[in-house]
């Protein structure tokens, strides 16, 4: 009988160039088929087989590195799992025990699902590398690992294994893989929370790395990840849209403004707590504009008021295309009706913004407009300290300004100014730069006039500067979309009307024990503690000898509270309650943290509806039809598709300069007077501090020099 040979059957080969073309192929490499031989070959035919698996190892380290590591793969294969989930995690904890990140390169649902390394595949792209501007690297190296897992018809799934091999070196360190820095859904929960509390992502880091410090997350992780929660928010709107139903639903006073082509160019809301302060305290408002909020560089008005304890509250905000009279008005028309129909502010504050104080004039006829004497003075600052070459001198200027402007009353006024014009006649350029563009708007700032009107104190525009302070606190960049920045405002908003709320009941409870005489019995715990001690300090004058030189009778018109001369002619014993303004009473109010509480009790619309309904149950059935076919219309109609806002121009250096830097920084540029306070005169001749090259005195000389070699030389005679 012929001897049949000893590796029949065996679909292994031993040459490695052969090895390499089975390993690119689609059949599996892990499967070694081995023939049950009879008789006494059995055991040699076991023995040659581990040989050939041996020898089959050893030609894979010789030859092009590729590494399988199969024992725990491949005990995968005789298992069953009830889910796909379940399959897909148990293969990628023993990746990553090797050293390797396993990955989904394909799934159909219910049916398979392919597994491989996430080194697998190769770098595509659709422009040549030379045209790309970044500098771009993959991991990718088409790594040939690859598992399929298949769902059963008993619903099981099971692993099928295509290729156990790798052509790379398992790593040593996994931070370096996106999947091993991925957030669980516990860490991804506390992202998108601590994100919308407006803290800041290296924050959120540190948080989460107290809980977990074996986390790999970096924080481009958690911009991807805040991203990815604002996309999903969206729900498939234009931002615009989502910001717009947003505004409506959370019970915001909101209204927009759009061009021909649909573009957003304007943009009023206040949030449901703010339209509560300000129908509480509609007597003080302070306006101003700030920059540096958004992407599209829009200027944001920004309308501050002040409520019974001298704080600062958020009325409205405005984001603006310009800043020309008629966005100023449209704004202001807004603002109106959120006071409603008959109200107006007993006094606005503003810096002296032209185009705001025409729309002041039109909207709010009856108010009167002040202007912030900070301002005043750091613009004379900047226009007339250059004329001064001793400091003492300036000084001396600066002195005489503050009593021209805190002239008690006209007459006074008049001679001040009249003293101030002898005083510095040398300075011609001064006398008219403040004659022409100050003295004009005199009744706006000097105290003679504002000294009339009840304002509460604020003659300046500092609360809006705070104010904008605090918003880009918030803010953190000037790079957000406006979705972004209402997000960050409605945080600044809660946070300070949860102060406000907290300080008028700790007031209503607490009783401060300089007051505790029998002048403040009726007052405490009615009147804010900021206007109790600002009456201690009229008390206290009232029981001087001499106090007409203290009190000019001002004090009680522009603070609402009794002054010297009352308190001392009238022999007040005991002050009562309804000597004091309605702006510093807090027994009467209180705040609550409904959205809905805000709007009016009385609305138009719900006094409308009930009409239609009244009249719509004594109609016949044909007009009753004719109704709803009308009502339907309404519901039915479309709104309007609104665009993003278009990139505004702004001061500075134009786009595309090659030494403007674009940041994401909200700081504001300084302004024209902070260059001249912080850059000491020098001169550009002499290089000396203290003057300028028009004012040099080696001007003098060189002049003098001239005229000198024009006499020697004779050149006078050549003219």
Request: hydrophobic share 35%.
């Amino acid at each position: 009988m012929e001897q049949e040979p000893l590796d029949a059957g065996l679909q292994i080969s031993m040459s490695s160039d052969d090895m390499e073309d089975d390993l690119q192929s689609n059949h599996p490499s892990s499967i070694i088929e081995v023939p049950i031989v009879n008789g006494k070959y059995y055991v040699l035919s076991l023995l040659l087989c581990l040989e050939l698996i041996i020898l089959f190892f050893f030609d894979l380290l010789e030859g092009p590195s590729m590494i399988d590591d199969s024992d725990e793969f491949l005990s995968l294969s005789t298992k069953f799992f009830e889910n796909r989930e379940d399959l897909v995690s148990a293969i990628r904890k023993i990746g990553l025990l090797q050293g390797y990140v396993m990955v989904i390169t394909r799934s159909r649902s219910n049916r398979d699902v392919a597994i491989g390394c996430d080194r697998g595949g190769c770098y595509r792209t659709c422009s040549a590398l030379e045209e790309k501007k970044k500098n771009s690297a993959s991991r990718r190296i088409d790594c040939p690992f690859k598992i399929v897992g298949r769902r059963t018809a008993e619903g099981l799934w099971k692993v099928e294994i295509s290729s156990l091999l790798h052509n790379h070196e398992p790593s040593t360190d996994m931070a370096g893989h996106p999947y091993c820095r991925r957030f669980t859904k516990e860490e991804a929960s506390q992202v998108e929370q601590m994100s919308r509390a407006g803290i800041k992502p290296r924050q959120i880091l540190s948080s989460l790395r107290q809980s977990n410090p074996d986390l790999l997350a970096v924080s481009r992780n958690i911009y991807s990840k805040t991203s990815q929660f604002r996309r999903e928010s969206l729900g498939g709107r234009s931002i615009i849209q989502a910001l717009l139903d947003e505004l409506g639903g959370a019970g915001f006073s909101h209204n927009v403004k759009y061009d021909h082509s649909g573009h957003l160019t304007h943009l009023f809301f206040a949030h449901p707590t703010s339209i509560e302060l300000t129908k509480s305290y509609s007597n003080v408002f302070v306006m101003d504009c700030t920059y540096k909020t958004n992407k599209y560089k829009m200027p944001l008005l920004e309308i501050v008021g002040v409520s019974s304890f001298n704080t600062s509250f958020y009325s409205c905000f405005v984001f603006m295309q310009k800043e020309e009279q008629q966005d100023y008005q449209w704004a202001l028309e807004m603002f109106s009706k959120l006071l409603g129909d008959g109200n107006h502010p007993l006094a606005i504050i503003i810096d002296r913004e032209l185009a705001l104080m025409k729309a002041i004039q039109v909207v709010f006829p009856m108010t009167p407009n002040l202007l912030c004497i900070w301002h005043i003075e750091k613009n004379i600052l900047a226009h007339c300290k250059g004329q001064f070459k001793e400091d003492a001198d300036w000084v001396g200027f600066m002195s005489s300004w503050s009593t021209l402007v805190k002239s008690w009353d006209v007459s006074t006024f008049n001679e001040v100014w009249n003293r101030f014009q002898i005083e510095y006649k040398d300075y011609a350029s001064i006398l008219t730069y403040i004659g022409n563009t100050w003295l004009p708007w005199k009744e706006r700032f000097v105290f003679a006039w504002t000294g009339q009107i009840s304002h509460f104190g604020n003659n300046v525009t500092s609360r809006a500067e705070g104010a904008h302070g605090t918003l880009k606190k918030y803010l953190q960049v000037s790079t957000g979309g406006l979705r972004e920045v209402k997000e960050n405002i409605c945080l600044a908003i809660q946070n300070q009307f949860q102060e406000i709320r907290t300080q008028l009941a700790s007031e209503k409870i607490r009783v401060p024990q300089k007051l505790c005489i029998p002048f403040f019995k009726e007052v405490i715990n009615k009147v804010s503690f900021y206007a109790l001690f600002e009456l201690q300090k009229q008390y206290l004058l009232a029981n001087a000898k001499d106090y007409s030189s203290q009190c000019k009778g001002q004090f009680s018109k522009t603070m609402g509270l009794p002054c010297v001369h009352m308190i001392k002619e009238i022999n007040i014993e005991v002050l009562p309650l309804n000597q004091i303004h309605e702006q510093w009473r807090i027994g009467t109010r209180s705040f609550t943290n409904d959205h809905r509480a805000s709007l009016d009790h009385e609305d138009p619309f719900s006094s409308l509806l009930s009409e239609v309904k009244e009249k719509y149950e004594k109609q016949p059935l044909a007009q009753k039809e004719n109704t709803i076919r009308q009502l339907s219309q309404i519901l039915g109609a479309s709104c309007p598709l609104i665009f993003k806002p278009t990139l505004q121009p702004h001061k500075g250096r134009p786009v595309g300069s090659n030494k403007r830097k674009e940041t994401s920084s909200t700081r504001r540029e300084p302004s024209y007077f902070e260059r001249v306070e912080k850059a000491p005169r020098k001169c550009s001749g002499c290089g000396n501090i203290g003057h300028y090259r028009n004012k040099c005195p080696s001007n003098n000389k060189s002049t003098t020099l001239g005229t000198q070699e024009q006499e020697i030389y004779g050149c006078g005679s050549l003219l």
